[in-house]
């Protein structure tokens, strides 16, 4: 077929490729179900239902990433690390909503570039595991994987893999993208009026002047421009959101997977923007083999273990044309081995011509375990990796392109360290995450604060 799009076609339409072709290749991190018929019924019931997002959307944010890459763009990614279903709640979803507006505003601000917002949320659920089951007292459970596979008590019941709840997860993440897509609608996000989105930490956080000082600013040159031109300033009033997750539970992703009328090709409408996440990594696995497929913008993580001859293959992989907007590399390498293992893979790619967007994942090569037993991460580490990453991008002629957080609205106390200098003994009073630790909403401010000092350098 002529036209602009023959040679975007061929990329997903390799031979031997299809929504299910991820079955015949080795995989990891997939529950064990034990009823087989409940789980056929179950994806059945799933491909019936309507999908969660659209194709034009999905293009629309390839766009944007296409931009990101060429840096006429940043890219805020963030979210919890696993939604829960009972999380599912208005003031979860809008103080999520806000944190992030209010980063992305920092943004914009500081970097003089619009901002991509894409959440890691509204499909969220399902957890890789560095061990498949988890012993206590004697007694061998299967782990927790993720409100869309089982629960995280520890009894046999709750562990148990339910299909059933992929039906509860697909339903919350619908109920999650419409609040979240009717507040936007509503003019939630509206420019004019950033104390909507105002938390409490606002009234009285160290960094509170500097914030306020910034919305101040804000406001006067959005009334200046309106004056000069004697009308409402474009799409002040409206920003985009976009959706994302890590796509780890294949059977799930398998049945949102969906051809759309006057489309070519395959789309995920279950996310806009679904990753790999380290441990499913491998070029020859099922989780590529998925991912390869689908129209969609994708991203892959990229730990310290990965050599540059195995990220050129990846991306030759999942990104065979060198596609704009397609292929995102999030590095989450840790501050201690990002300055050693960074910069080779970054010379290889950029030897190779390949046309990717940068991200840093700060959070993820910074987990520790405090002696009092929390699962944590240091505000200095999180903070040192993404300096570092800025610095080794600019050494090496690339460039840094977003970032992808764990972060909450909420006032929780996770990571240690920030402007009000957490330590391992306030872990206890408000650690509320079942995984990864998290940015709570004051902390994750200051790392925009910190992305906009550091870029102004
Ligand atoms: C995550 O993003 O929650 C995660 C598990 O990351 P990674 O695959 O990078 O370890
Ligand atoms: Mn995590």
Not at 381 to 386: A, D, K, T, V
């Amino acid at each position: 077929m002529p036209g602009p799009d023959r040679n975007l076609q061929s990329v997903n339409l390799d031979a031997g490729w299809a929504p299910e072709s991820w079955r015949a290749r080795p995989s990891t991190q997939l529950p064990a179900y034990p009823d087989a018929r409940a789980l056929q019924e179950t994806l059945a019931e799933l491909r019936a239902l309507p999908p969660l997002v659209t194709s034009w959307e999905i293009l629309a944010l390839k766009q944007r990433l296409a931009e990101a890459q060429d840096g006429r763009r940043f890219l805020l990614q963030g979210g919890d690390c696993a939604e829960n279903f009972g999380d599912c709640s208005p003031d979860v979803i809008s103080n999520r909503l806000k944190v992030l507006l209010q980063m992305s505003l920092v943004l914009v601000h500081g970097l003089h570039l619009p901002v991509v917002r894409v959440g890691r949320f509204a499909g969220q659920y399902a957890k890789p595991r560095s061990l498949d089951t988890e012993t206590v007292d004697g007694t061998t459970l299967p782990s927790y994987r993720g409100d869309i596979v089982n629960a995280p008590e520890f009894d046999a019941r709750a562990r148990t893999p339910d299909p059933q709840r992929m039906i509860r997860a697909h339903a919350r993440s619908a109920m999650t993208m419409n609040f979240v897509r009717a507040l936007i609608d509503g003019g939630f996000a509206d420019l004019h009026h950033p104390e909507y989105w105002n938390l409490d930490w606002v009234g009285h956080s160290p960094l509170a002047d500097e914030y306020r000082r910034m919305v101040v600013g804000i406001g006067d040159a959005v009334r200046f421009m309106e004056t000069l031109s004697g009308n409402a300033v474009n799409n002040l009033d409206r920003v985009d959101f976009y959706t994302s997750h890590e796509a780890l539970l294949l059977p799930y992703e398998e049945a949102q997977t969906r051809q759309v009328p006057r489309q070519w090709g395959w789309f995920n409408l279950g996310t806009h923007f679904p990753w790999v996440g380290m441990r499913t990594a491998a070029a020859d696995g099922a989780h590529v083999e998925y991912l390869r497929g689908i129209r969609n913008p994708v991203a892959l993580k990229v730990g310290p273990s990965v050599a540059p001859e195995q990220l050129l293959r990846l991306v030759d992989v999942l990104n065979p044309d060198d596609e704009a907007g397609r292929l995102t590399l999030i590095h989450r390498m840790g501050a201690t081995q990002v300055a050693n293992k960074l910069p080779p893979l970054l010379d290889a790619l950029r030897r190779d011509g390949r046309r990717v967007l940068w991200v840093c994942d700060p959070m993820h090569g910074n987990t520790e375990v405090t002696s009092n037993g929390y699962k944590t991460r240091r505000f200095a580490n999180i903070r040192s990796e993404l300096e570092q990453a800025f610095e080794l991008h600019a050494a090496a002629g690339t460039r840094l392109g977003g970032v992808h957080l764990e972060l909450t609205g909420e006032d929780v106390t996770e990571c240690t360290g920030g402007a009000r200098a957490l330590t391992d003994a306030d872990l206890a009073r408000a650690y509320r995450s079942t995984v990864d630790p998290r940015l709570n909403y004051e902390q994750a401010l200051e790392i925009a604060m910190l992305i906009v000092r550091k870029q102004a350098q």
